[in-house]
């Protein structure tokens, strides 16, 4: 499991499903849209921190972030 990759495309899934762009939702957690958008392209590792700030953002548990989707469902 690629953990970065993980936590990239799960931002994402969870941020297009409240219908927030990259911008606005760098604004919500008070970040760079540029940082937001090399988070889900997977260029960029995340501290803690900013971790729990994206998932307070979303509203979502944590460990949500880090479930890798099952392919084979």
Do not use: P, W
């Amino acid at each position: 499991m690629d953990i970065v990759k993980v936590f990239g495309n799960n931002l994402k899934k969870y941020r297009v499903a409240i219908g927030l762009s990259q911008e606005a939702f760098a604004d919500k957690c008070g970040m760079h849209r540029t940082y937001i958008s090399a988070i889900e392209c997977c260029r960029r590792s995340i501290s803690l921190e900013n971790i729990q700030r994206i998932a307070d953002a979303l509203q979502i548990e944590t460990y949500k972030l880090f479930v890798e989707e099952d392919s084979n469902v």
